[in-house]
């Protein structure tokens, strides 16, 4: 009997002596903790990603004015970004020649397809020029008009290295940026781009 008092009294004061080191951990206790761990970001809210709109490149100069104008009248603000890039230039021609300019106009006046221009070769010989375009679809348009008339033409394209300019409009939350894109293309550019920031940087970064 004294025997199993005394391991009472032992176990006791053991326990005692346990809960007096070791204290068992309450709410507040762990929230301390919690607060003191380093957050992880996925714990938290992630923030919305930017998106970046615009303008297709325009090589228009006087085009390019005219947007920048509209812009201004709207209050809208726009970086423009001019760089120099390779594009494709569409020509159309009449095969003929002229020896004088006098017979290059009385020619001119066959076609009816809008401007035609009197172009002078290195030989001195007058031809027509029957349109110049960067824009495919402005040539698909220009070459619909010429099968029309059933005359002859000459096409051919040359890669031409010139100024182009893109309206970049500052970065915003992706609904705002939707807005921002059809209030773009209600102002005549055709077709603006939108992207994230990310994918914007990727394809611009060096050229701002």
């Known amino acids: 009997m004294k025997n199993i008092l005394g391991f009472i009294v032992v176990a006791s004061l053991a326990w005692l002596t ?6 068992p951990a309450t709410i507040s206790q762990q929230a301390d903790v919690k607060a003191w ?5 996925d ?10 709109v ?19 009248e709207k209050g ?3 970086l423009v970004l001019e760089r120099k890039e390779e594009v494709m230039l569409h020509v159309f021609d009449d095969p003929r020649t002229f020896d004088t ?24 010989k007058f031809y027509l020029g029957l349109g110049r375009f ?6 698909e348009k220009r070459e619909k008009a010429l099968n029309k008339t059933g005359k002859a033409y000459n096409y051919a394209q040359h890669r031409k290295e010139i100024p182009t300019y893109r309206f970049i409009f500052p970065p915003l ?8 894109w059809k209030s773009i293309q209600d102002m005549g550019a055709v077709d603006p781009v939108m992207m994230t920031e990310n994918e914007f940087n990727a394809m611009f970064i060096g050229n701002l």
């Not at 761990?37 to 970001?41: D, G, N, S």
């Not at 960067?134 to 040539?139: K, M």
């Open 134 to 139: 960067y824009l495919a679809a402005y040539a």
């Open 37 to 41: 761990l380093p957050e992880r970001p």
């Open 43 to 52: 714990l938290g809210v992630k923030e919305a990603e930017k998106w970046r």
């Open 101 to 124: 300019f006098a017979q290059a106009a009385k020619a001119r006046k066959e076609w009816t397809i809008g401007s035609v221009d009197i172009l002078k070769r290195d030989d001195g």
């Open 54 to 72: 615009f303008t297709r490149r325009m090589v228009w100069e006087q085009g390019v004015n005219d947007f920048e104008k509209r812009l201004k």
């Open 18 to 23: 346990w809960s007096v080191w070791f204290p």
């Open 173 to 180: 939350p992706e609904q705002e940026a939707e807005i921002l």
């Open 76 to 78: 809208m603000k726009a």
